[in-house]
């Protein structure tokens, strides 16, 4: 592989770095050598050659080789001197020795003793040719070393000019040409060698920066199933240093599963994966993998091994988790969601039928848990549900399942309570003693201390014929039914529930069609003075009158519509049919009475827009605001969210009069009738029907009428069909009023219009 442009400035570092490292490693040895020789070269020359010129030569080239050792085995590196600065001290030096050895052939030259020449030419070529090899791996300073010692002594044979001493000249020549080309040679590929191992150097450099980069952990292993290498994400990822990695045993693991996946690469010579959970022997770190491990081939084809690659999916898999759980569970609570719900309840009631044990259902609906959060807000509302939670798990078996199907509504399943009936009963009941004591307990949550109550619809289930669909049908009926009969308590279902739910989704349908089909009616009943019996007002009543000509109770319909949402367009009917009304009889200028009340639902209050919407009836009917006075109950009243005294302020700011219907038999707090600017308080008839023989009754009309005087209000009493009853309320209170079958029945529109055109 050639190397790139940008990696000529390491290699070029490389060689002169390898090249001096080499010579380097040689000059203790060739130093040595070059002692040795050159004591004995004074010693064969001491006789014929001036000792002053033989002792300084040995002196200065003994000198230069224990100089050139010393630095030797310091690597040839001279302080504070770079490589190429080194390198070039290096070659100086070689150059000095060269030519130390070619003054010795020169001017050590016998002339006259022709055996100390021949020894002497020997010598120089001995020490040329070991030069040559030491030094070959620069050719330029291997072929200066050898030149010089041989070109001194071939001048010395030519300058002798005898035919020998030619011949000698000559074989110096050739000597020198061929120790020349072999250096060449040599030199050639040693520098080749050298060129390709620093190639090989820097792709291995290269590949071990990708390695150790590379964000998965890789790591291979041989045949005996040892570490050999790894990358430092693996250290990263396994939280132990690549030291302590490289080397390790893997048949060692903890995780066998993981090991036999590294086996069977080896054996199978198949790529294969292994996801899963894995602990690190070495650190302890728990981590969950993703790994590829791949089998390694050499060239030949025989396995040598296998490479893996790994990935830490420990946060996907926690997402995974987070999201399976989800799948299964209510975010809120961390309780089952309906679909896990389905598969247990599927599961068990399959044993349960097997056993011949009855199971159960429970279906629980915190009791005013809206008012809790209207008031409160979400926050505290989430808290309530957990705290619910909480205690509805202790109270019961760990075989059971605690549900939340949304919102304030739970699900509790008992499976296999046991085989008789009458025991399965009285244990459920017990259980939901536990859970309404459990959870009319006060709990303090962000500093409130607050107090709640949950309805049960309980249903019995035996075998498999009842699905988990028809199963919570059953028991969000009978939970209802608990509602109704005044929450904080349990109803077991029974059919006849179902055939009231069945009649009551009939009912809706057909009131969905009398809407279409124009049957309701608005009927009217006067509100008299007490007194005088001349008319004050009147009250709106809607009536439904079948194609077939009969009527549908108003106590029948009314609590459809509410809980339909019906409400809504029957309720912006009925207005609009007053406001017209009361323009019509402005017109014909029979209009006597003050106003006309109308009955409104708390479902109307909270809806969208309905302030807008009954303010535009009212001007686009072009009558005074004040001909117009809604009725409410005490059920709205205790609504003390900011929408509900919203609305109520509005209309009251815009001259619009309200009474309280019913008044007496809704709640105990009365504190809404100093918040609230009301008209009149309409005694409920209940209070009147038994008022000339019960004297309870007549204490608590008494009582109602002193507390409308000490609030400014009026009080009108409704239900008054005997003139006794009439008589001893106007002796209570001459300036109340009434209405009743005594004035008058209520009267559809055109009855109630010849009334007013005779007043």
């Known amino acids: 592989m050639p190397i790139k442009k ?65 630095h030797a085995i310091h690597g040839c590196r001279y302080r504070g001197l770079s490589i190429e600065a080194s390198y070039q001290r290096f070659r100086i030096e070689v150059m000095i020795t060269a030519l130390l050895w070619a003054f010795a052939a020169f001017f050590f030259f016998p002339e006259d003793q022709t055996e100390y020449q021949l020894l002497l030419a020997l010598i120089v070529a001995g020490i040329s040719s070991g030069g040559a090899i030491t030094l070959v791996i620069d050719k330029n300073i291997a072929q200066a070393y050898s030149y010089l010692p041989l070109s001194a002594l071939a001048l010395r044979f030519l300058m002798c000019g005898d035919t020998s001493h030619l011949i000698l000249f000559g074989m110096a020549l050739v000597f020198m040409v061929i120790l020349g080309l072999s250096i060449q040679l040599l030199g050639n590929i040693l520098s080749k060698g050298i060129l390709q191992r620093s190639e090989l150097t820097a792709v291995r450099n290269r590949l071990d920066m990708i390695l150790d980069q590379t964000p998965t952990g890789i790591f291979y292993y041989d045949l005996s199933f040892k570490i050999i290498d790894c990358n430092q994400a693996l250290s990263d990822l396994m939280g132990v240093s690549k030291e302590r990695l490289i080397g390790l045993d893997l048949t060692l693991l903890h995780n066998i599963e993981a090991f036999q996946i590294l086996k069977r690469v080896v054996e199978e010579k198949n790529r294969l994966r292994y996801e899963g959970p894995y602990t690190s022997m070495l650190s302890g770190k728990e981590i969950w993998i993703s790994a590829v491990v791949a089998p390694l081939f050499s060239n030949s084809g025989k396995i040598i091994g296998a490479i893996a690659v790994l990935e830490d999916k420990t946060k996907e898999h926690e997402v995974y988790e987070k999201y399976e759980f989800l799948a299964l569970h209510d975010e809120l609570t961390g309780l089952p969601n309906r679909k896990l719900l389905a598969d247990r309840y599927r599961l068990q009631t399959a044993q349960a039928a097997r056993n011949n044990q009855y199971s159960a259902l429970l279906f629980l609906d915190l009791d005013k848990f809206k008012h809790v959060n209207d008031t409160y807000g979400h926050t505290v509302g ?13 109270v019961l078996r760990q075989s059971d399942t605690v549900c939340r199907l ?95 739910v069945k009649q009551a989704i009939k009912l809706e349908h057909r009131l969905r069609q009398a809407i279409e089909r124009n049957e309701l009616e608005v009927y009217y009943q006067p509100i008299v003075d007490i007194v005088g019996q ?75 827009n309905f302030f807008e919407n009954t303010m535009s009836k009212i001007k686009n009917s072009g009558i005074e605001n004040r001909a117009i006075k809604f009725e409410i109950t005490e059920s709205v009243l205790m609504d003390e969210s900011e929408q509900t005294k919203a609305v109520l302020e509005r209309f009251i700011a815009k001259g619009i009069g309200f009474l309280i219907d019913d008044f007496g038999t809704g709640y105990s707090s009365l504190s809404y009738l100093k918040r609230y600017h009301f ?58 009023f009434y209405q009743g079958y005594l004035f008058s029945r209520p009267m559809d529109h055109d009855n109630f219009s010849a009334m007013l055109k005779k007043s």
């Not at 500093?447 to 919570?472: C, F, P, Q, R």
């Not at 008022?691 to 009108?716: M, N, P, S």
Request: proline share 3%; with cysteine; hydrophobic share 45%.
């Open 382 to 394: 989430d808290e309530l549900l957990k705290e619910a939670t909480r205690r509805l798990q202790m």
């Open 6 to 70: 940008s990696d000529s400035d390491s290699v070029h570092r490389f060689l002169r770095d390898e090249v001096l490292s080499t010579l380097c490693s040689k000059v203790p040895a060739t130093m040595v050598a070059t002692i040795f020789i050159a004591t004995w070269v004074v010693v064969l020359f001491w006789q014929i050659v001036e000792r002053e010129w033989l002792v300084g030569w040995y002196v200065l080239l003994s000198f230069l080789a224990l100089e050139r050792m010393y």
């Open 534 to 608: 001349r008319m004050k007002g009147a009250e709106a009543l809607l009536r439904w009158k079948q194609s077939d000509g009969t009527m549908v109770s108003p106590a029948e319909f009314i609590p459809i519509a509410e809980e339909s949402r019906l409400i809504h367009p029957i309720g912006d009917w009925l207005i609009d049919q007053v406001c017209q009304s009361i323009a019509k009889w402005q017109r014909e200028e029979c209009f006597v009475i003050d106003y006309v009340s109308i009955n409104l639902s708390p479902r109307q209050v909270k809806h969208t």
């Open 406 to 500: 949304g919102g304030d509504e739970f699900i509790i399943f008992l499976p296999m309570i046991s085989s008789d009936l009458q025991e399965s009963v009285m244990q459920v009941q017990r259980i939901c003693e536990k859970i309404h004591r459990a959870i009319s307990e006060p709990c303090e949550i962000n500093g409130l201390k607050l107090y709640n109550s949950t309805s049960i619809g309980a249903v019995m289930i035996a075998g498999m014929d009842m699905g988990l669909d028809e199963v919570l049908r059953c028991a969000d009926i009978s939970m209802y039914h608990a509602k109704k009969l005044g929450r904080g308590i349990t109803s077991f279902y029974e059919v006849e529930m179902d055939e009231k």
């Open 679 to 736: 008209e009149s308080l309409k005694i409920d008839r209940s209070f009147i029907r038994d008022i000339l023989t019960d004297e309870e009754d007549v204490t608590l009309v008494r009582a109602i009428l002193d507390i409308a005087k000490e609030f400014g209000y009026r009080v009108i009493a409704e239900g008054v069909e005997k003139d006794l009853q009439r008589e001893k309320l106007a002796s209570m209170d001459p300036s109340i």
